[in-house]
């Protein structure tokens, strides 16, 4: 997908990250959830997602559905780092934990920040070292209050080298 981004980027000449943004804002699953991208920084390191409260994404009690909240929280940080990182890395995300705290009322948004420290770590990784970590997002109403506390469990693993081998010489 990455090399797909950055291929499509170098022909319309826009940035990766708005390429991103407008895609991800009609894929399915995002879209039929309200879930929007407002911001995505040209770096990848910043990236602010709302969803205001609709008849389909509502529970049966008139708040957002769980379900939607979570779904709103889901790709980011991998997105984030596999974009940051570059085509040398494998992330996945292997896990998730949700919080709720309060109704979700009114439009919900969920800020994802990528800090300096975290990326300079996972770039000093060697081929054989793997990183399993933790990163904590807070799903916020209008007022601030949080709705959500979502914590992502992301797999970070630097690829190997791969060695050039000389082609093999025909025997004609």
Not at 81 to 107: H, Q, T
Not at 123 to 149: H, Q, Y
Request: include cysteine; proline fraction near 6%; charged fraction near 25%.
């Amino acid at each position: 997908m990455a090399k797909v981004l950055h291929k499509l980027s170098s022909k319309l000449n826009f940035p990766p990250s708005t390429i991103l943004k407008t895609a991800i804002n009609y894929w399915p699953p995002l879209l039929g959830a309200g879930v929007r991208v407002v911001k995505l920084s040209k770096d990848f390191r910043y990236a602010k997602i709302a969803m205001p409260l609709r008849w389909y994404n509502r529970n049966y009690v008139g708040t957002h559905f769980g379900g939607s909240l979570y779904s709103m929280t889901d790709p980011w940080f991998m997105l984030q780092l596999l974009n940051v990182l570059g085509k040398d890395y494998i992330v996945w995300d292997k896990g998730a934990n949700i919080d709720y705290k309060s109704p979700g009322k009114g439009c919900v948004t969920a800020e994802f920040v990528l800090k300096d420290d975290l990326i300079q770590s996972l770039r000093e990784l060697n081929p054989e070292e793997k990183r399993v970590f933790d990163l904590p997002v807070e799903v916020k109403d209008k007022g601030g209050n949080v709705v959500a506390e979502v914590t992502k469990k992301l797999y970070v693993k630097r690829k190997a080298q791969q060695q050039q081998q000389p082609m093999p010489r025909s025997k004609l």
